[in-house]
């Protein structure tokens, strides 16, 4: 049975995990997971207020929901109808949340060519290489990953450099923030593209000196090409979604919020919730974009009896990506004069969707990354959520990655939620100073502001951009540094979380974005079994090594996902 629903949405959350669970009590199994190094953050007084971490040596679950948490102080239970599992002194820590992630792009990234980490263009070319060589006969060479800005040369890709791998067949390559893609002359010709192709609103064709196409498309510029590539079929989005899945709770995620979700991809994620129970939790940002948006709203809120399957938000994007320059700025690039980034709507556009999801009774999520975007939404929030009466939706801005001082102190004044990825600051580093300037930079991935001005931030990783691991985000959150401890001391450390604030950023306060902070974020009575045994005390070891934990189990829903 699933249910549909717009008023009492917390009420009805509740009602109905007591229900399933009282429903369920007389035939589920309980467990009793012993020897455990547990940690949790109590949820307290709520978000915002000081949470206290508790430690714990055994959890006990029914079903699907935590019976109890024991202390060492606190007698175990003697019940044969108890299957007793020795945690082996593993540390046990709640589910970890990543806010925003792309779950069908992460599921084709391994199904695809991988230019991650690529230190040059002609790296990336050997790959796609070898790739074509391991999977003849492909209708089209597709992959995504490529950073020019880790590339000597620093310079956008060239289709001239494609022609190494001598193939007639189309390609076309996703840059790491998916703002800008790659593409070889087959492709460009199969689109018609030529010298004489406009830039579209919203979009840049990267040129020669002689106005030439290159081979690099920037934000709506890239339909170009993407508009002749055939789609995926719902079965074939269903095997990358659920690989995906898996690889995720592999790394430790127990729920992700997936960030622009089209009807199909929803049609394939309803399909593998009738095949059984999803892997992981997944909360559903239905895309902004998408042709048949209207219906999906005029259909109300959809959640599944074992909140494995969320859909109450929509996710909207204002401007591009820092990195290809395209994210909207009030003022000029320092790094390039007389350009401020792209806005990918117009303002009525822009408008009108928030206000559309609004009106639905929906939580609106808007992609802003530059100064200028996320001004102009918040100016439409402060104006919607008023007219609208929404306040309580939590609505969100992706990524909020540049902001000036005073829009800063409008998240906690509108109850909007930032929501942001640590590893996006670690990455950024080698060239946000040069397209942002000193001062600008001051409000840019600024973390502890945003925090001591009463904002909520919601974490994540934006995966396929970034790693989807977790315990990068927390190492980038608590050192503001790259893996290699660089720089020493940290990327303006003055912006760093304590361990304890990254982890409530990827627990309950990712929860609270999603409106679950009943069910999930924290291991206490009454709330779902979400948890993962790692193998190093995050606590105890230095913050350099966070990235290293190893991920040992994950359950999800009291099932050990992958058993």
Known sequence: MFFTNRTLRRSLLVASSLFVLLSSTLTAQTTLLTNVNGYTMLDGDGPGSARERMTFSAIQFTGDTIDRVFTDSDELPDDDNITVVDGEGKTLLPGLIDAHGHVLSYGLSLLRVDMTGTRSEQEAVARVMAFQEAN????????????????????????????????????????????????????????????????????????????????????????????????????????????????????????????????????????????????????????????????????????SDDNTLVVRSVKISADGALGSRGAYLNEDYSDMPGHQGLLLLSPERLTQLMDMSMQADFQVNVHAIGDGANMIVLDNYEALIQRTGTREQRHRIEHAQVLRYEDILRFNELNVIPSMQATHATSDKNMAQDRLGEVRIQGAYAWRKLMEAGAIIANGSDFPVESP???????????????????????????????????????????????????????????????????????????????????????????????
Do not use: C
């Not at 995720?248 to 729920?255: C, I, K, N, Y």
């Not at 306060?509 to 190093?536: K, N, P, T």
């Open 136 to 303: 003849p006969g492909l209708e089209w060479i597709q992959g995504r990953g490529w950073n020019q800005v880790l590339w000597d040369s620093n310079e956008f890709p060239s289709a001239d450099t494609l022609a190494q791998a001598q193939s007639d067949t189309p390609m076309w390559f996703s840059r790491v923030d998916g703002h800008a893609g790659w593409a070889n002359q087959a492709a460009m010709e199969l689109a018609g593209i030529d010298a004489s192709t406009p830039d579209p609103d919203g979009g840049m064709i990267i040129r020669d000196s002689e106005g030439r196409p290159t081979g690099t498309f920037v934000d709506t510029a890239m339909d170009y090409i993407t508009q002749h590539i055939p789609a995926l079929s719902i079965d074939d989005q269903k095997m990358a979604l659920r690989r995906a899945m898996l690889a995720l709770a592999e790394q430790g995620l127990t729920s992700v919020h997936d960030a622009g979700v089209s009807s199909a991809t929803l049609q394939a994620y309803k399909e593998l919730l009738e095949e059984g129970p999803l892997p992981i939790r997944v909360y559903v940002m239905l895309a902004g974009g998408d042709e048949q948006l209207a219906e999906r709203l005029a259909e109300g809120h959809f959640i």
């Open 469 to 563: 691991n977790p315990f990068f985000g927390l190492h980038a959150a608590v050192t503001r540094q790259d893996q290699q401890n660089e720089p020493p001391g940290g990327w303006f450390p003055e912006e760093r979380m304590t361990l304890g604030e990254a982890l409530t950023s990827f627990t309950l306060d990712a929860a609270y974005a999603a409106h679950q902070e009943e069910l999930l974020g924290s291991l206490e009575a009454g709330r779902l079994a979400d948890f993962i045994l790692v193998e190093q005390d995050v606590f105890d070891i230095d913050p350099s090594q966070l990235w290293q934990v190893e991920v040992v189990q994950t359950w999800v829903g009291g099932r050990r996902i992958g058993e």
